[in-house]
């Protein structure tokens, strides 16, 4: 079976794939498995430093060209596309220097044995991932592992296989055969790498729904499900925020890849004394964002990935349209003569915005605008949702910033800023958000195993 890989802007062909079915995906696991068993990728941190740093320079070296496949698969505008290169690659160079130094514990033991604790690579492992950043995504996750010592089944999101395939192709030369392998297809093949035994942890980035099933199905073999999943990003505006510098942010990632960011800031809480000049200022400068080709550098967001996507996030719409919530925005862009879906950006507030467009997560371009009373309301606000990726306290006050930001129950949360990841600083979700951690130390530590080597040393004669 083959797919055909279309523009998301423009409607143009960009490529077409040849999908895996059961054998196929099962023959690339066993490559996986046998490269892995055989080593030396699994024992040799050395080797694994070059692989991860001769990698990064190749991408960095083909960054344009990677950067418009994302462009062209996606729909995104390009300057996002371009950070997503950057970021892939500060990954890759993290996750390469980090390999030489995963090192475990030495005890010594009141029996007189000496008890070493090392750090194995877990085994071969899966990576499920999204349309909206689908490089960087994959190798947030998978960086880490790599580091670790684990070999890969990689299985991109059926909209977006491009710039993975890509990837793939040029870390040939520098990571051993074996380690990086690919399958194509949709739910069918990502249920198959679930249920398969090989697979020692499945990392899946994806929506809530889904990652629900892969924990199903990975715990139910006792191999570990690793998910990043949907979020409901929020920023609390109290009454001393800068409110330049914070409605600056909000409209950046409130609106980034069209909203359709898992850590997007799709809400914002205000305290009342200042909700009614954040509203006038959100409305004035959302209306001016603007939605067009995504190659244009003056365009704010580009298109929606699919029309499925687009008539979810016009429900919302819909919704608020009705309930006389949406204050701009939400329409057909006019005058822009490309196939793509394209929404303008939309702002939703008053006292009666509808409960599902607050808790759910809508993946658009849609802001909400809430007002509280008190400290204590705007944490309870905020913590009203499933989700529990990201949020963002805005104060001048220090014991109120660490009080919030304490009390948030969120994987994370900035003060005065948002959106700033590292490689170095673990990152994942709380409640429907998310299991596990990926970046950092904790990030390699999740694709292995604690392992007890006990020597019986006698005791010291001393
Ligand atoms: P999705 O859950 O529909 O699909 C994600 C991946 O899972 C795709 O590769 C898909 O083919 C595969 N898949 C689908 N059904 C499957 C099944 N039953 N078993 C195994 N794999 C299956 O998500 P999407 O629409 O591609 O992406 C949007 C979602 O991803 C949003 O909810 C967003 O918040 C989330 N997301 C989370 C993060 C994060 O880091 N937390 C980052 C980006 C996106």
């Not at 592992?145 to 909209?159: D, E, R, S, W, Y």
């Not at 069918?188 to 924990?215: C, H, N, P, W, Y």
């Not at 009390?407 to 994942?428: I, Q």
Request: hydrophobic share 45%.
């Amino acid at each position: 079976m083959h797919d055909t890989i279309l523009d998301k802007a423009t409607g143009a062909t960009l490529g077409e794939v040849t999908l895996d079915d059961a054998a196929s995906a099962d023959r690339t696991i066993a490559t996986a498995d046998a490269a892995f068993r055989s080593g030396p990728w699994r024992y040799d941190a050395n080797l694994r430093q070059v692989a991860l740093a001769g990698w990064a320079d190749e991408l960095e070296r083909h960054g344009d060209e990677l950067a418009a496949i994302i462009r062209g698969e996606t729909g995104k505008v390009r300057r996002e596309c371009d950070r997503e290169v950057a970021m892939a690659i500060d990954a890759l160079r993290f996750n390469s220097g980090a390999a030489r130094s995963v090192a475990g514990t030495a005890h010594e033991l009141p029996d007189g044995s000496a008890g070493h604790l090392v750090r194995v690579p877990v085994g071969p492992a899966a990576f499920v991932t999204p349309w909206n950043w689908p490089l960087f995504l994959l190798l947030r996750d998978m960086a880490p592992a790599l580091a670790a010592g684990v070999t890969a089944v990689i299985k991109p999101a059926p909209l977006t296989p491009l710039a993975t395939a890509r990837a793939i192709e040029l870390a040939g030369g520098h990571v051993p055969a074996g380690v990086l392998n690919m399958v194509r297809g949709g739910a069918d093949i990502g249920q198959l790498l679930s249920s398969d035994e090989r697979l020692k942890v499945v990392a899946f980035t994806g929506s809530t729904q889904v990652g629900r099933d892969v924990a199903r199905t990975v715990s139910g073999r006792l191999g570990r499900p690793f998910l990043e999943l949907g979020g409901k990003g929020v920023s609390v505006l109290h009454d001393d925020a800068d409110l330049d510098a914070a409605i600056d942010t909000i409209l950046t990632f409130g609106f980034i890849t069209a909203g359709q960011m898992c850590m997007a800031n799709s809400r914002v809480l205000a305290h009342r004394s200042v909700a009614d000049e954040v509203r006038d200022r959100l409305v004035d400068r959302v209306s001016r964002l603007v939605v067009g080709h995504p190659d244009d550098p003056a365009v704010d967001t580009g298109a929606i990935v699919s029309t499925t996507q687009a008539e979810k996030i016009r429900g919302y719409l819909e919704i608020a349209r009705n309930d006389g919530t949406l204050l701009v925005g939400g329409e057909q862009p006019g005058g822009l003569d490309l196939p793509g879906e394209f929404i303008t950006p939309a702002l939703v507030a008053g006292d009666q915005i509808d409960t599902r467009l607050l808790k759910e997560e809508i993946f658009g371009p849609v802001v909400t605008l809430e007002t509280f009373d008190s400290d204590a309301d705007a944490v309870r606000m905020a913590n009203d949702t499933d989700y529990g990726l990201a949020a963002a306290v805005w104060t001048n006050d220090l014991r109120r910033a660490w009080q919030s930001a304490r009390a948030l129950d969120f994987g994370t949360v900035w003060l005065n800023r948002y959106n700033r990841t590292f490689s170095e600083v673990p990152s994942g979700g709380m409640k429907a958000s998310g299991v596990g951690r990926t970046r950092g130390f904790d990030g390699i530590h999740e694709f292995m195993e604690l392992k007890h080597i006990n020597f019986d040393v006698g005791h010291l004669a001393v």
